[in-house]
Protein backbone atom coordinates (compact mmCIF):
# COMPACT_ATOMS: atom_id res chain seq x y z
CA UNK A 1 0.00 0.00 0.00
CA UNK A 2 1.24 3.33 0.40
CA UNK A 3 4.84 4.60 1.05
CA UNK A 4 5.54 7.04 4.19
CA UNK A 5 6.54 10.64 2.88
CA UNK A 6 10.10 10.30 1.72
CA UNK A 7 13.46 11.75 3.30
CA UNK A 8 13.28 15.41 4.88
CA UNK A 9 15.93 17.99 2.72
CA UNK A 10 16.83 20.85 4.72
CA UNK A 11 17.12 23.60 2.11
CA UNK A 12 19.69 26.18 2.47
CA UNK A 13 17.27 29.41 2.98
CA UNK A 14 16.83 27.32 6.14
CA UNK A 15 13.57 25.64 5.39
CA UNK A 16 13.18 21.62 6.39
CA UNK A 17 10.47 20.31 4.18
CA UNK A 18 9.11 16.90 3.73
CA UNK A 19 9.01 15.69 -0.06
CA UNK A 20 6.87 13.35 -0.42
CA UNK A 21 7.89 10.06 -2.26
CA UNK A 22 5.64 8.71 -4.57
CA UNK A 23 3.53 5.79 -3.71
CA UNK A 24 3.39 2.18 -4.93
CA UNK A 25 0.04 1.12 -5.46
CA UNK A 26 -0.51 -2.99 -6.10
CA UNK A 27 -3.17 -2.86 -9.03
CA UNK A 28 -5.56 -5.37 -9.26
CA UNK A 29 -4.49 -7.27 -12.40
CA UNK A 30 -1.03 -7.51 -10.58
CA UNK A 31 0.57 -4.52 -12.00
CA UNK A 32 2.77 -2.10 -9.78
CA UNK A 33 2.03 1.78 -10.57
CA UNK A 34 3.92 4.36 -8.77
CA UNK A 35 1.99 7.33 -8.28
CA UNK A 36 3.52 9.97 -8.60
CA UNK A 37 4.31 12.74 -5.69
CA UNK A 38 2.36 15.84 -6.02
CA UNK A 39 0.01 16.83 -8.43
CA UNK A 40 -1.45 14.81 -11.45
CA UNK A 41 -2.27 17.00 -13.94
CA UNK A 42 -4.84 15.09 -16.27
CA UNK A 43 -4.41 13.84 -19.58
CA UNK A 44 -6.80 16.55 -21.11
CA UNK A 45 -3.90 18.99 -19.64
CA UNK A 46 -6.55 21.54 -19.02
CA UNK A 47 -7.68 20.32 -15.18
CA UNK A 48 -5.72 20.06 -12.55
CA UNK A 49 -6.12 17.49 -9.66
CA UNK A 50 -4.86 18.05 -6.32
CA UNK A 51 -4.16 14.37 -4.90
CA UNK A 52 -4.02 12.74 -1.94
CA UNK A 53 -0.14 13.27 -1.30
CA UNK A 54 -1.18 17.59 -1.12
CA UNK A 55 -4.05 17.27 0.79
CA UNK A 56 -2.37 15.08 3.39
CA UNK A 57 0.54 18.04 3.25
CA UNK A 58 -2.06 20.65 3.56
CA UNK A 59 -3.68 18.98 6.83
CA UNK A 60 0.37 19.06 8.48
CA UNK A 61 0.76 22.48 6.51
CA UNK A 62 -2.48 23.60 8.62
CA UNK A 63 -1.23 22.31 11.62
CA UNK A 64 2.22 23.81 11.47
CA UNK A 65 1.09 27.43 10.57
CA UNK A 66 -1.50 27.26 13.08
CA UNK A 67 1.29 26.62 15.49
CA UNK A 68 3.66 29.17 13.95
CA UNK A 69 0.61 31.85 14.14
CA UNK A 70 -1.05 30.98 16.97
CA UNK A 71 -4.23 31.42 14.84
CA UNK A 72 -6.00 28.72 13.37
CA UNK A 73 -8.46 30.39 11.57
CA UNK A 74 -5.59 32.66 9.37
CA UNK A 75 -3.64 29.32 9.06
CA UNK A 76 -6.33 27.09 7.19
CA UNK A 77 -7.04 30.42 5.28
CA UNK A 78 -3.62 31.05 3.89
CA UNK A 79 -3.49 26.78 3.44
CA UNK A 80 -6.66 27.15 1.03
CA UNK A 81 -5.24 30.56 -1.03
CA UNK A 82 -2.03 28.52 -1.55
CA UNK A 83 -3.98 25.63 -2.57
CA UNK A 84 -6.05 28.04 -4.89
CA UNK A 85 -3.07 29.58 -6.00
CA UNK A 86 -1.73 26.17 -6.92
CA UNK A 87 -4.47 25.25 -9.36
CA UNK A 88 -5.06 28.56 -10.82
CA UNK A 89 -1.14 28.97 -11.96
CA UNK A 90 0.38 25.42 -12.34
CA UNK A 91 -1.42 24.15 -15.89
CA UNK A 92 0.10 27.26 -17.34
CA UNK A 93 3.51 27.61 -15.11
CA UNK A 94 3.98 24.00 -14.86
CA UNK A 95 4.36 22.19 -11.39
CA UNK A 96 7.22 23.60 -9.40
CA UNK A 97 10.33 20.96 -8.75
CA UNK A 98 9.45 21.03 -4.72
CA UNK A 99 5.38 21.37 -4.76
CA UNK A 100 5.43 20.89 -0.84
CA UNK A 101 8.03 23.59 -0.67
CA UNK A 102 6.10 25.87 -2.60
CA UNK A 103 2.29 25.11 -0.85
CA UNK A 104 5.18 25.97 2.49
CA UNK A 105 6.33 29.12 1.13
CA UNK A 106 3.06 30.71 -0.22
CA UNK A 107 1.10 29.85 2.85
CA UNK A 108 3.40 31.25 4.85
CA UNK A 109 3.70 34.81 2.73
CA UNK A 110 0.00 34.67 2.31
CA UNK A 111 -0.85 35.10 5.86
CA UNK A 112 2.27 37.52 6.82
CA UNK A 113 -0.18 39.80 4.13
CA UNK A 114 -2.98 39.20 5.86
CA UNK A 115 -1.42 40.27 9.27
CA UNK A 116 0.25 43.72 7.43
CA UNK A 117 -2.88 44.32 6.49
CA UNK A 118 -4.43 45.40 10.21
CA UNK A 119 -2.81 47.20 12.79
CA UNK A 120 -3.89 44.14 15.60
CA UNK A 121 -1.99 41.69 12.57
CA UNK A 122 1.41 44.16 12.78
CA UNK A 123 1.88 43.64 16.59
CA UNK A 124 1.02 40.10 16.87
CA UNK A 125 3.91 40.31 13.29
CA UNK A 126 6.41 41.85 15.95
CA UNK A 127 5.80 39.16 18.39
CA UNK A 128 6.83 36.68 16.43
CA UNK A 129 9.47 38.04 14.66
CA UNK A 130 11.06 38.85 18.28
CA UNK A 131 11.43 35.69 19.34
CA UNK A 132 15.31 34.70 18.71
CA UNK A 133 14.27 31.25 17.77
CA UNK A 134 12.13 33.06 14.51
CA UNK A 135 14.44 32.90 11.00
CA UNK A 136 12.58 35.16 8.86
CA UNK A 137 12.83 32.66 6.00
CA UNK A 138 11.52 29.26 7.53
CA UNK A 139 8.92 27.86 9.17
CA UNK A 140 8.86 25.37 12.46
CA UNK A 141 8.73 21.89 10.49
CA UNK A 142 5.43 19.70 10.96
CA UNK A 143 5.98 18.14 14.66
CA UNK A 144 5.15 14.15 14.32
CA UNK A 145 2.00 14.67 16.26
CA UNK A 146 0.87 17.91 14.05
CA UNK A 147 -1.76 16.83 12.20
CA UNK A 148 -3.26 14.66 15.29
CA UNK A 149 -3.54 18.37 17.12
CA UNK A 150 -4.88 19.26 14.23
CA UNK A 151 -7.85 16.57 14.22
CA UNK A 152 -8.30 17.17 18.07
CA UNK A 153 -8.79 20.47 17.87
CA UNK A 154 -11.44 20.23 15.07
CA UNK A 155 -13.64 17.86 16.96
CA UNK A 156 -13.42 19.18 19.82
CA UNK A 157 -16.43 18.78 21.93
CA UNK A 158 -16.93 22.70 21.94
CA UNK A 159 -17.98 22.41 18.36
CA UNK A 160 -21.02 21.16 17.26
CA UNK A 161 -21.14 17.47 15.35
CA UNK A 162 -21.73 18.64 12.04
CA UNK A 163 -18.97 21.29 12.64
CA UNK A 164 -16.57 18.40 13.55
CA UNK A 165 -16.96 16.69 10.90
CA UNK A 166 -16.93 19.44 8.05
CA UNK A 167 -14.07 21.20 9.51
CA UNK A 168 -12.22 17.99 9.98
CA UNK A 169 -13.01 17.13 6.12
CA UNK A 170 -11.57 20.84 5.36
CA UNK A 171 -8.35 21.56 8.13
CA UNK A 172 -6.90 17.78 8.36
CA UNK A 173 -8.40 16.37 4.93
CA UNK A 174 -7.68 19.30 2.76
CA UNK A 175 -11.38 18.59 0.45
CA UNK A 176 -12.87 21.15 -0.82
CA UNK A 177 -15.74 22.98 0.01
CA UNK A 178 -17.81 20.95 -3.30
CA UNK A 179 -16.42 18.51 -2.11
CA UNK A 180 -17.67 18.16 1.29
CA UNK A 181 -20.90 19.80 0.15
CA UNK A 182 -21.28 16.42 -2.16
CA UNK A 183 -20.87 14.28 0.73
CA UNK A 184 -23.32 15.50 2.68
CA UNK A 185 -25.76 16.29 0.19
CA UNK A 186 -25.69 19.47 1.45
CA UNK A 187 -25.02 23.04 -0.89
CA UNK A 188 -21.70 24.67 -1.28
CA UNK A 189 -23.31 27.99 0.40
CA UNK A 190 -24.48 25.84 3.70
CA UNK A 191 -20.36 24.17 3.81
CA UNK A 192 -19.04 27.79 3.63
CA UNK A 193 -21.12 28.98 6.34
CA UNK A 194 -20.54 25.77 8.84
CA UNK A 195 -16.98 26.39 8.24
CA UNK A 196 -16.91 30.08 9.08
CA UNK A 197 -19.09 29.91 11.83
CA UNK A 198 -16.91 27.24 13.30
CA UNK A 199 -13.30 28.46 12.69
CA UNK A 200 -15.33 31.96 14.48
CA UNK A 201 -16.17 29.85 17.32
CA UNK A 202 -12.29 28.39 17.25
CA UNK A 203 -11.47 31.76 17.76
CA UNK A 204 -13.72 33.71 20.04
CA UNK A 205 -13.73 30.88 22.63
CA UNK A 206 -10.30 29.80 22.39
CA UNK A 207 -10.17 27.00 21.48
CA UNK A 208 -6.49 25.67 22.22
CA UNK A 209 -4.04 23.62 19.26
CA UNK A 210 -2.86 21.54 21.64
CA UNK A 211 -2.82 17.99 21.89
CA UNK A 212 -5.49 16.86 25.15
CA UNK A 213 -3.67 15.59 28.15
CA UNK A 214 -3.59 12.37 29.13
CA UNK A 215 -6.53 12.08 31.60
CA UNK A 216 -8.37 13.98 28.44
CA UNK A 217 -7.09 11.75 25.83
CA UNK A 218 -9.92 8.77 26.40
CA UNK A 219 -12.78 11.05 26.77
CA UNK A 220 -12.09 13.00 23.72
CA UNK A 221 -11.87 9.65 21.80
CA UNK A 222 -15.25 9.01 20.98
CA UNK A 223 -15.67 11.77 19.01
CA UNK A 224 -12.83 11.66 16.90
CA UNK A 225 -13.05 7.84 15.96
CA UNK A 226 -16.48 8.44 14.41
CA UNK A 227 -14.85 11.99 12.63
CA UNK A 228 -12.62 9.17 11.08
CA UNK A 229 -14.59 6.90 10.48
CA UNK A 230 -17.41 9.03 8.85
CA UNK A 231 -14.19 10.02 6.44
CA UNK A 232 -13.26 6.58 6.18
CA UNK A 233 -17.03 5.83 4.84
CA UNK A 234 -17.13 8.99 2.48
CA UNK A 235 -13.92 7.19 0.72
CA UNK A 236 -15.43 3.77 0.50
CA UNK A 237 -18.27 4.99 -1.52
CA UNK A 238 -18.40 8.19 -2.51
CA UNK A 239 -21.21 10.31 -2.94
CA UNK A 240 -18.86 12.50 -5.61
CA UNK A 241 -20.32 11.79 -9.14
CA UNK A 242 -16.99 10.94 -10.93
CA UNK A 243 -15.26 8.48 -8.98
CA UNK A 244 -17.29 5.18 -7.19
CA UNK A 245 -14.47 5.27 -4.33
CA UNK A 246 -11.72 7.57 -3.46
CA UNK A 247 -8.81 5.49 -2.18
CA UNK A 248 -6.65 8.56 -1.08
CA UNK A 249 -8.89 9.68 1.49
CA UNK A 250 -9.90 6.10 2.53
CA UNK A 251 -6.06 5.82 3.69
CA UNK A 252 -5.76 9.54 4.78
CA UNK A 253 -8.43 8.30 7.35
CA UNK A 254 -6.33 5.04 7.64
CA UNK A 255 -3.27 6.96 8.36
CA UNK A 256 -4.76 9.52 10.93
CA UNK A 257 -6.29 6.37 12.81
CA UNK A 258 -2.84 4.48 12.93
CA UNK A 259 -1.36 7.62 14.18
CA UNK A 260 -4.05 7.56 17.38
CA UNK A 261 -2.97 4.20 18.28
CA UNK A 262 0.57 5.13 18.51
CA UNK A 263 -0.51 8.15 20.94
CA UNK A 264 -3.15 5.37 22.81
CA UNK A 265 -1.57 2.05 22.62
CA UNK A 266 -3.66 0.73 25.22
CA UNK A 267 -6.91 1.80 24.12
CA UNK A 268 -8.71 -1.41 22.24
CA UNK A 269 -11.39 0.80 20.21
CA UNK A 270 -8.79 2.81 17.57
CA UNK A 271 -6.98 -0.22 16.75
CA UNK A 272 -10.58 -2.08 16.21
CA UNK A 273 -11.26 1.30 14.15
CA UNK A 274 -8.05 0.93 12.28
CA UNK A 275 -8.45 -3.07 11.89
CA UNK A 276 -11.90 -2.66 10.24
CA UNK A 277 -10.58 0.32 7.81
CA UNK A 278 -7.21 -2.25 6.71
CA UNK A 279 -9.74 -5.06 6.07
CA UNK A 280 -12.15 -2.76 3.84
CA UNK A 281 -9.14 -1.40 2.03
CA UNK A 282 -7.46 -4.65 1.65
CA UNK A 283 -10.54 -5.41 -0.96
CA UNK A 284 -10.52 -2.50 -2.60
CA UNK A 285 -8.82 -3.86 -5.68
CA UNK A 286 -12.39 -6.56 -5.90
CA UNK A 287 -14.90 -4.40 -4.78
CA UNK A 288 -16.19 -2.78 -8.19
CA UNK A 289 -16.08 -4.38 -11.90
CA UNK A 290 -14.81 -2.32 -15.07
CA UNK A 291 -18.00 0.20 -15.41
CA UNK A 292 -17.39 0.97 -11.99
CA UNK A 293 -20.24 -0.90 -10.39
CA UNK A 294 -20.50 -2.41 -7.20
CA UNK A 295 -19.56 -6.16 -6.68
CA UNK A 296 -21.33 -7.19 -3.25
CA UNK A 297 -19.28 -8.95 -0.74
CA UNK A 298 -20.64 -12.78 -2.08
CA UNK A 299 -19.53 -12.19 -5.49
CA UNK A 300 -16.11 -10.73 -5.01
CA UNK A 301 -13.11 -12.28 -6.56
CA UNK A 302 -11.37 -13.39 -3.11
CA UNK A 303 -8.11 -13.48 -4.86
CA UNK A 304 -7.74 -10.13 -5.33
CA UNK A 305 -7.97 -9.38 -1.73
CA UNK A 306 -4.85 -7.90 -0.64
CA UNK A 307 -3.70 -10.60 1.90
CA UNK A 308 -1.27 -8.48 3.82
CA UNK A 309 -3.91 -5.85 4.20
CA UNK A 310 -6.22 -8.59 5.80
CA UNK A 311 -3.75 -9.97 7.94
CA UNK A 312 -2.86 -6.96 9.18
CA UNK A 313 -5.50 -6.40 10.26
CA UNK A 314 -6.42 -9.54 11.79
CA UNK A 315 -2.95 -8.78 13.69
CA UNK A 316 -4.49 -5.75 15.04
CA UNK A 317 -7.90 -7.05 16.45
CA UNK A 318 -5.97 -9.56 18.25
CA UNK A 319 -4.42 -6.80 19.73
CA UNK A 320 -7.15 -5.52 20.33
CA UNK A 321 -9.08 -8.02 22.00
CA UNK A 322 -5.96 -8.92 24.37
CA UNK A 323 -7.14 -5.82 26.36
CA UNK A 324 -10.20 -7.11 26.91
CA UNK A 325 -12.42 -4.16 26.34
CA UNK A 326 -14.71 -4.88 23.27
CA UNK A 327 -16.18 -2.29 22.05
CA UNK A 328 -18.72 -0.94 18.54
CA UNK A 329 -15.36 -1.00 16.17
CA UNK A 330 -13.94 -4.16 17.60
CA UNK A 331 -17.08 -5.81 16.78
CA UNK A 332 -17.45 -4.66 13.50
CA UNK A 333 -13.96 -5.50 12.72
CA UNK A 334 -14.90 -9.30 13.68
CA UNK A 335 -17.55 -9.63 11.83
CA UNK A 336 -15.70 -8.41 8.93
CA UNK A 337 -12.79 -10.71 9.65
CA UNK A 338 -15.10 -13.34 9.93
CA UNK A 339 -16.06 -12.97 6.08
CA UNK A 340 -12.70 -12.27 4.96
CA UNK A 341 -11.80 -15.85 6.61
CA UNK A 342 -14.17 -17.93 4.65
CA UNK A 343 -12.46 -18.88 1.38
CA UNK A 344 -16.11 -18.33 -0.71
CA UNK A 345 -19.74 -16.60 0.56
CA UNK A 346 -20.99 -20.03 0.69
CA UNK A 347 -19.03 -21.07 3.12
CA UNK A 348 -18.88 -18.30 5.86
CA UNK A 349 -19.66 -18.87 9.74
CA UNK A 350 -23.15 -17.61 9.49
CA UNK A 351 -24.15 -18.36 12.79
CA UNK A 352 -21.17 -16.51 14.10
CA UNK A 353 -21.84 -13.38 12.15
CA UNK A 354 -25.13 -13.29 13.59
CA UNK A 355 -23.57 -14.01 17.22
CA UNK A 356 -21.26 -10.92 16.94
CA UNK A 357 -24.42 -8.56 15.72
CA UNK A 358 -26.30 -9.50 18.68
CA UNK A 359 -23.00 -8.49 20.52
CA UNK A 360 -22.78 -5.04 18.88
CA UNK A 361 -26.26 -4.58 19.85
CA UNK A 362 -25.56 -4.57 23.23
CA UNK A 363 -23.08 -1.61 22.75
CA UNK A 364 -24.95 -0.05 19.73
CA UNK A 365 -28.58 -0.56 19.22
CA UNK A 366 -29.23 1.20 16.01
CA UNK A 367 -32.17 -0.13 13.12
CA UNK A 368 -29.18 0.14 10.62
CA UNK A 369 -27.14 -2.52 12.29
CA UNK A 370 -30.49 -4.54 13.46
CA UNK A 371 -30.94 -4.35 9.16
CA UNK A 372 -26.88 -5.76 8.73
CA UNK A 373 -27.85 -8.48 11.20
CA UNK A 374 -30.70 -9.45 9.30
CA UNK A 375 -28.81 -10.31 6.15
CA UNK A 376 -26.90 -12.92 8.13
CA UNK A 377 -30.42 -14.08 10.10
CA UNK A 378 -31.42 -15.00 6.15
CA UNK A 379 -28.57 -17.55 6.16
CA UNK A 380 -28.78 -18.68 9.43
CA UNK A 381 -32.59 -19.12 9.62
CA UNK A 382 -33.89 -18.49 5.74
CA UNK A 383 -35.14 -15.48 4.22
CA UNK A 384 -38.56 -15.79 5.19
CA UNK A 385 -37.69 -15.02 9.23
CA UNK A 386 -35.37 -12.68 7.85
CA UNK A 387 -38.48 -10.87 6.02
CA UNK A 388 -40.68 -11.07 9.05
CA UNK A 389 -38.57 -9.17 11.02
CA UNK A 390 -37.46 -6.86 8.93
CA UNK A 391 -40.87 -4.94 8.96
CA UNK A 392 -40.10 -4.14 12.44
CA UNK A 393 -37.69 -1.88 11.15
CA UNK A 394 -39.66 -0.38 8.30
CA UNK A 395 -40.86 3.02 10.17
CA UNK A 396 -37.42 3.65 10.97
CA UNK A 397 -35.58 3.06 7.83
CA UNK A 398 -38.44 3.66 4.98
CA UNK A 399 -36.17 6.37 3.96
CA UNK A 400 -33.05 4.28 3.55
CA UNK A 401 -32.39 2.97 0.40
CA UNK A 402 -30.18 -0.33 1.54
CA UNK A 403 -33.83 -1.33 3.44
CA UNK A 404 -35.39 -1.74 0.34
CA UNK A 405 -32.36 -3.12 -1.52
CA UNK A 406 -32.42 -5.42 1.26
CA UNK A 407 -36.21 -6.19 1.46
CA UNK A 408 -35.74 -6.98 -2.43
CA UNK A 409 -32.78 -9.27 -2.15
CA UNK A 410 -34.86 -11.47 0.43
CA UNK A 411 -37.93 -11.53 -1.68
CA UNK A 412 -35.57 -12.52 -4.65
CA UNK A 413 -34.43 -15.89 -2.39
CA UNK A 414 -38.64 -16.92 -1.86
CA UNK A 415 -39.06 -16.62 -5.55
CA UNK A 416 -41.12 -13.04 -4.96
CA UNK A 417 -39.82 -11.61 -7.86
CA UNK A 418 -42.22 -8.89 -8.77
CA UNK A 419 -42.53 -7.75 -5.05
CA UNK A 420 -38.54 -7.58 -5.38
CA UNK A 421 -38.58 -5.26 -8.58
CA UNK A 422 -40.55 -2.85 -6.48
CA UNK A 423 -38.71 -3.07 -3.65
CA UNK A 424 -36.08 -2.23 -5.49
CA UNK A 425 -37.28 0.31 -7.63
CA UNK A 426 -37.87 2.11 -4.27
CA UNK A 427 -34.32 1.60 -3.37
CA UNK A 428 -33.06 3.36 -6.82
CA UNK A 429 -35.47 6.51 -5.95
CA UNK A 430 -33.33 6.55 -2.43
CA UNK A 431 -30.05 5.83 -3.29
CA UNK A 432 -27.58 8.81 -3.72
CA UNK A 433 -24.48 6.96 -4.30
CA UNK A 434 -23.71 6.39 -8.52
CA UNK A 435 -22.17 3.39 -7.92
CA UNK A 436 -24.92 1.69 -5.88
CA UNK A 437 -27.67 3.29 -8.33
CA UNK A 438 -25.94 1.23 -11.81
CA UNK A 439 -26.18 -1.79 -9.26
CA UNK A 440 -29.62 -1.73 -8.27
CA UNK A 441 -29.82 -0.03 -12.28
CA UNK A 442 -28.55 -3.92 -13.71
CA UNK A 443 -30.64 -6.07 -11.20
CA UNK A 444 -33.57 -4.27 -12.82
CA UNK A 445 -32.98 -4.59 -16.23
CA UNK A 446 -30.67 -7.87 -15.85
CA UNK B 1 -8.32 34.98 28.07
CA UNK B 2 -11.54 36.01 29.57
CA UNK B 3 -14.47 34.21 30.10
CA UNK B 4 -17.69 34.71 31.98
CA UNK B 5 -19.11 31.21 33.91
CA UNK B 6 -22.65 31.93 34.35
CA UNK B 7 -24.02 29.79 37.42
CA UNK B 8 -27.45 28.15 36.41
CA UNK B 9 -29.81 26.12 39.16
CA UNK B 10 -32.49 23.53 38.01
CA UNK B 11 -34.72 21.69 38.95
CA UNK B 12 -32.09 18.95 40.62
CA UNK B 13 -30.08 21.56 42.76
CA UNK B 14 -33.36 23.11 43.48
CA UNK B 15 -34.37 20.07 45.04
CA UNK B 16 -31.67 19.81 47.74
CA UNK B 17 -32.32 19.10 51.31
CA UNK B 18 -30.84 22.07 53.49
CA UNK B 19 -28.34 19.30 54.98
CA UNK B 20 -27.38 19.23 51.39
CA UNK B 21 -27.02 22.69 50.53
CA UNK B 22 -24.62 23.52 53.60
CA UNK B 23 -22.72 20.72 52.58
CA UNK B 24 -22.05 21.79 48.89
CA UNK B 25 -22.07 25.31 50.01
CA UNK B 26 -18.75 24.36 52.04
CA UNK B 27 -16.95 23.03 49.09
CA UNK B 28 -18.42 26.43 47.16
CA UNK B 29 -15.91 28.64 49.72
CA UNK B 30 -13.50 26.53 49.42
CA UNK B 31 -13.19 26.17 45.29
CA UNK B 32 -13.38 30.28 44.94
CA UNK B 33 -10.99 30.38 47.78
CA UNK B 34 -8.29 27.96 46.08
CA UNK B 35 -9.49 29.67 42.40
CA UNK B 36 -9.51 33.05 43.68
CA UNK B 37 -5.70 32.65 45.13
CA UNK B 38 -4.43 31.24 41.90
CA UNK B 39 -5.83 34.32 40.12
CA UNK B 40 -8.05 32.49 37.74
CA UNK B 41 -11.33 34.01 39.63
CA UNK B 42 -11.45 37.45 39.49
CA UNK B 43 -14.68 38.24 40.75
CA UNK B 44 -18.41 36.69 41.17
CA UNK B 45 -21.11 37.16 43.02
CA UNK B 46 -24.29 34.55 44.54
CA UNK B 47 -27.58 36.09 43.57
CA UNK B 48 -31.05 36.06 45.15
CA UNK B 49 -33.62 33.79 44.22
CA UNK B 50 -34.83 33.80 40.73
CA UNK B 51 -38.25 34.66 42.81
CA UNK B 52 -36.56 38.01 43.81
CA UNK B 53 -35.67 39.83 40.56
CA UNK B 54 -37.68 42.08 38.49
CA UNK B 55 -37.37 42.57 34.46
CA UNK B 56 -37.34 46.00 32.85
CA UNK B 57 -38.32 45.03 29.09
CA UNK B 58 -37.14 47.92 26.49
CA UNK B 59 -39.90 47.02 23.55
CA UNK B 60 -39.40 49.91 20.56
CA UNK B 61 -39.52 52.64 22.76
CA UNK B 62 -41.92 51.09 25.45
CA UNK B 63 -40.39 50.02 28.47
CA UNK B 64 -42.57 48.02 30.49
CA UNK B 65 -41.46 46.41 34.75
CA UNK B 66 -42.19 42.57 35.28
CA UNK B 67 -42.05 40.35 38.29
CA UNK B 68 -39.67 37.68 37.66
CA UNK B 69 -36.58 36.62 36.18
CA UNK B 70 -36.25 37.49 32.01
CA UNK B 71 -37.07 33.74 31.08
CA UNK B 72 -40.27 31.52 32.41
CA UNK B 73 -37.80 28.62 32.30
CA UNK B 74 -37.15 25.68 34.82
CA UNK B 75 -33.57 27.11 35.08
CA UNK B 76 -32.40 29.94 36.49
CA UNK B 77 -29.46 32.31 36.98
CA UNK B 78 -28.02 31.57 40.20
CA UNK B 79 -24.98 33.49 40.13
CA UNK B 80 -21.86 34.05 38.21
CA UNK B 81 -17.77 34.49 37.88
CA UNK B 82 -15.10 36.26 36.11
CA UNK B 83 -12.43 34.16 35.41
CA UNK B 84 -9.00 34.57 33.56
CA UNK B 85 -7.11 31.84 32.71
CA UNK B 86 -5.11 30.17 29.06
CA UNK B 87 -7.83 28.50 27.13
CA UNK B 88 -11.13 27.22 26.53
CA UNK B 89 -10.47 23.89 27.87
CA UNK B 90 -8.73 25.63 30.98
CA UNK B 91 -11.95 27.50 31.27
CA UNK B 92 -14.20 24.17 30.95
CA UNK B 93 -11.91 22.33 34.13
CA UNK B 94 -12.95 25.06 36.28
CA UNK B 95 -16.62 24.73 34.76
CA UNK B 96 -16.36 20.96 35.59
CA UNK B 97 -15.38 21.30 39.21
CA UNK B 98 -18.17 23.84 40.29
CA UNK B 99 -19.02 21.75 43.44
CA UNK B 100 -22.69 23.18 42.73
CA UNK B 101 -23.69 21.65 40.02
CA UNK B 102 -26.63 22.46 37.62
CA UNK B 103 -25.85 24.06 34.55
CA UNK B 104 -22.94 26.32 33.80
CA UNK B 105 -22.55 28.40 30.53
CA UNK B 106 -19.16 29.47 29.39
CA UNK B 107 -18.89 32.64 27.43
CA UNK B 108 -15.85 34.31 26.47
CA UNK B 109 -15.37 38.17 27.29
CA UNK B 110 -15.46 40.81 24.40
CA UNK B 111 -12.06 42.29 24.88
CA UNK B 112 -11.95 46.00 24.50
CA UNK B 113 -9.52 47.99 22.62
Known sequence: ?446 | MKYLLLFVDNEETRSRSEAEVAAVSEKIGAWWGEHSQTGEILSGEQLQGAETATTVRHDHGTVTIVDGPFIEAKEHVAGYGVIDVKDLDAALELAKSWPWGGVVEVRPILEME
Open chain 1, 1 to 446: MAEPAGPTVIEPDGLAVAEPAGRTVAEADGRTVIEPAGLTVMADGARLRIDATFRHEAGRLVGALTRYLGDFDLAEEAVQDALAEAVARWPAEGVPERPAAWLQTTARNRAIDRLRREAKGREKLALIAADPAFHPDAMPQAEPDERLRLLFLCCHPALSQDAQITLTLRAVAGLTTAEIASAFLSTEDTVSQRITRAKRKVSAAHIPYSLPGDTQLARRLPVVLAVLYLMFNEGYLSSHADVPERRWLQQEAEELTELLTRLMPREPEPLGLLALMRMHLARSPARFDAEGRIVRLRDQDRGRWNAAGIASGIRLLRRAASLRRPGSYQIQAAILAVHTEAPGSEVTDWPQIVALYDLLLRHEDTPVIRLNRLIAVASTAGPDTALAEIETLRDALAGYHLFHATRAELLRATGRHDEAAAADRRALELASSPAERALITSRLTG
